[in-house]
């Protein structure tokens, strides 16, 4: 995956069918689904993929427990059905994890058992095992540092659990081993218009400045927070579709939690679920659902935010975290659809998506990782509708996303895991030089290796890219990111054929960027 041979594709073709606008996860599932058809696409992400929000979610492919209880029965069954494509398409990101619901009422055992047969019942074949309503002996035995005063029973049931930038990564490459083209750090600024109708996009490669125009049959927002952006480029005056909602997770060691199984807290101070959840040999914790008015990249926690989760903790955990624990914060913005009136409890908008056309242009609003395909499986169900595209039927619910690994091989306990069908690749390039298996950190497995290789396969073009989106140290460990980002500059300097200084801003601003990742 090299982003000259993607420009270089950029540059010898006129004319294409289907532009997309946006690289995370809404974007990248449109690209795949859009080329398995036979459509000629392109996508543009402004900065890299999975920058935004889909980089930064809970980490979970599921129905949603919480919507059941809201009575979304639509959506629950829709996402559990995804959750099952998913299990099978990307084996090698999609992890099985156990979720315990601690109970300290006499009836709340049997309230969540209920409910979560139905959530059994409605994930019908894709089921990942049955829930079951277990005796007080056995959560302690499974969760060792749960408060146990007054807990009465506990319910397990079984989600999904993925890497998110991990598998953004992985539909990029599908989309392009399938035909289409697809660039990071191509920022649209306008749309072409003739005769009032939309004809294409501007775009700017942000690493040179160089502006081209690009045209096509159909224009796809799915620009997530900054949807309504891209509408205004059309209609200035266009009402707001968007309603971003802040979600904070802290990362903590994996003590805190000593155990291979995932709690979920049904109910918090403000009516939402609190997961505590082992990933990547840490924990996270969260998420927070506060209303935000501005929709920005890098959107920062509020004090509040990660007070309420630390004394929500406290309330479960026999290690209580302090600020001093936490590792990492990450915070991303929810791109929910906006409701009717004002409604402003964000807890309580529909993860649900709607497609939106207005002249050539088709715009995304809402949804969530676990129904990207389906978002994207609806979104050119439209252009073939609207536009007299030829009529072909999506085939994603089978088609296998890069890095997929047959049921027959065992899955890597270690962090290689995310690699996939590419490892055998990946261990071919790193005994070429002695150095390239040095780990960065100490601390940490991860390789020069790796750095290099996403560097020249990956497309990884910032220090950011590496360590936030290409081997996550950021989102596991800010201070240890920190610590390497020098060296991780220099490899990414050298291998970019870049100059003294630009290696030198490249540490300033990943500096700038991790240290709102760690608690003071």
């Known amino acids: 995956m090299s982003r000259n041979e993607q420009l270089e594709t950029l540059k010898q073709s006129n004319q294409w069918d289907i532009i997309i606008i946006g690289g995370g996860a809404s974007g990248l599932g449109v690209a795949v689904d859009a080329i398995s058809r036979g459509f000629k696409t392109v996508l543009f992400e402004q900065v890299d993929f999975a920058k935004g929000t889909s980089s930064k979610s809970t980490k979970l492919i599921h129905g949603g427990v919480r919507y059941l209880a809201n009575g979304n029965l639509k959506l629950v069954k829709e996402a559990l059905k995804e959750r099952g494509l998913l299990s099978k398409n990307a084996r090698h990101l999609f992890n099985t994890q156990e979720f315990i619901i601690p109970n300290y009422k006499w009836w709340e055992g049997y309230f969540y058992a209920f409910g979560l047969k139905l959530y059994d019942y409605l994930s019908h074949k894709f089921s990942l095992g049955n829930s079951s309503l ?38 990029a490459q599908t989309a392009i081993d399938n035909g289409a083209t697809v660039l990071n750090y191509m920022k ?175 715009s995304i609003v809402g949804g969530k990782w676990t129904t990207y395909r389906k978002m994207a499986e609806d979104a050119i169900d439209e252009v073939v509708e609207k536009f007299n595209f030829p009529s072909k039927k999506s085939n994603t619910k089978t088609l296998e996303i890069h890095g997929n690994v047959s049921n027959n091989e065992s899955l890597l306990k270690n962090h290689f895991y995310i690699y996939g069908s590419d490892l055998p690749k990946l261990e071919k390039f790193q005994k070429q030089n002695s150095d390239y298996r040095r780990k960065i950190h100490p601390d940490y497995d991860f390789t020069v290796g790796q750095i290099v290789w996403s560097i020249q396969n990956e497309m990884a073009r910032t220090v950011e890219d590496i360590l936030a989106r290409r081997v996550r140290l950021l989102f596991l460990d800010a201070r240890a990111a920190l610590q390497v980002a020098p060296e991780v500059a220099m490899i990414l300097g050298r291998e970019l054929c870049k100059d003294d200084d630009w290696v030198k801003n490249q540490i300033e601003e990943f500096n700038e960027l991790a240290n709102s990742y760690k608690l003071n």
């Open 134 to 171: 277990i005796k007080k002996s056995t959560v302690i035995t499974d969760l060792p540092n749960l408060l146990q005063n007054h807990l009465i029973s506990g319910v397990s049931y079984f989600d999904g659990q993925f890497d998110d930038a991990r598998l953004a990564l992985n539909l």
């Open 188 to 362: 649209v600024t306008g749309l072409l218009k003739k005769d009032k109708n939309i004809v294409g996009v501007k775009v700017e490669n942000t690493e040179t400045g160089e502006i081209f125009n690009v045209k096509s049959k159909v224009v796809i927002n799915a620009s997530g927070i900054f949807t309504d952006k891209v509408l205004k480029m059309y209609n200035p005056k266009h009402k707001k579709t968007v309603v971003p909602s802040q979600g904070v997770h802290l990362v903590l060691e994996a003590s805190f939690l000593n155990s291979e199984k995932a709690i979920m807290i049904p109910k918090t101070s403000d009516g939402r679920v609190l997961f505590v959840i082992p990933w990547h040999g840490k924990v996270i914790a969260g998420t927070t659902d506060t209303l935000i008015k501005k929709p920005i990249l890098e959107p920062v926690a509020l004090d509040a935010e990660i007070d309420f989760i630390l004394n929500t903790l406290s309330r479960y955990l026999i290690k209580s975290p302090k600020r001093e624990d936490v590792l990492s914060v990450f915070c991303g913005l929810r791109p929910l659809a906006k409701p009717k009136g004002n409604e402003v409890k964000t807890k309580e908008v529909s993860r649900s998506h709607k497609i939106i056309v207005e002249n050539n242009l088709i």
